[in-house]
């Protein structure tokens, strides 16, 4: 609530606690240092200009996460106008694409083949650690999707990173009993027929 007052001690306190996660943020999803940090600095202004109108109806964390998302579109959206107008791609690697050691390297290509919102629900939750109810609102997606889009997301990563578990899934699927034959099924119990 001091914050909102926008005394400078709050708002030096808030900086401090949160000027390195919000770095990783940016870090994580733009591909140069030097972005990561001036995209950080541009959310904290962002973050000191709308100070009169912040209203706490979520955790602070989701409302700067917030405000660090819309600022991440906006550079995306720049740098696809930029790329199409001078008709050339950034020439530094996308961060999802580069890192030093193997097993990393292997777990950001995994993370790079799910679907853009999967991967952002991932990173937001074992990244940035945001809670369910945090990516929900960040996201504006219900809170069960949320949860499901996880699983289903943490599934396909531990196929895409254990391929002997996707093996096994596929012969357990061999294994099961065969499906039944239409005729095999009692006349009664068909589709189209009601009990």
């Known amino acids: 609530m001091l914050f909102r007052t926008a005394l400078p ?20 999803r733009v591909p140069d240092p030097a972005n990561a940090q001036e995209l950080t600095q541009e959310t904290f202004f962002a ?14 964390r989701t409302y700067l996460y917030a405000i660090s ?46 679907d853009p919102i999967d991967r952002e629900i991932v990173m937001l939750r074992e990244f940035e650690q945001l809670s369910y109810s945090e990516i929900a609102d960040l996201l504006r997606l219900p ?31 061999k294994a099961s009993p065969a499906k039944v034959s239409q005729s095999a099924v009692a006349p009664g119990a068909r589709k189209g027929f009601r009990l």
């Not at 001690?9 to 994580?28: D, M, N, S, V």
């Not at 973050?47 to 602070?60: D, G, I, K, V």
């Not at 809170?143 to 002997?164: K, M, V």
């Open 143 to 173: 809170l069960n999707t949320i949860r499901s889009r996880l699983f289903r997301a943490r599934t396909a990563l531990r196929e895409l990173l254990d391929p002997s578990t996707a093996a096994a899934s596929s012969e357990a699927q």
């Open 69 to 114: 998302f819309k600022i991440l579109r906006a550079h995306r959206r720049k740098a696809a106008f930029r790329a199409a107008f001078l008709g050339h791609r950034n020439s530094v690697p996308d961060p999802s694409k580069q890192d030093t050691t193997e097993s990393r390297m292997w777990v950001r290509r995994a993370v790079e083949k799910l």
């Open 9 to 28: 001690e709050a708002f030096t306190e808030l900086f401090h606690r949160y000027k390195q996660p919000i770095y990783g943020f940016f870090c994580r």
């Open 47 to 60: 973050l000191l200009r709308a100070a009169s109108r912040y209203e706490p109806r979520a955790l602070f």
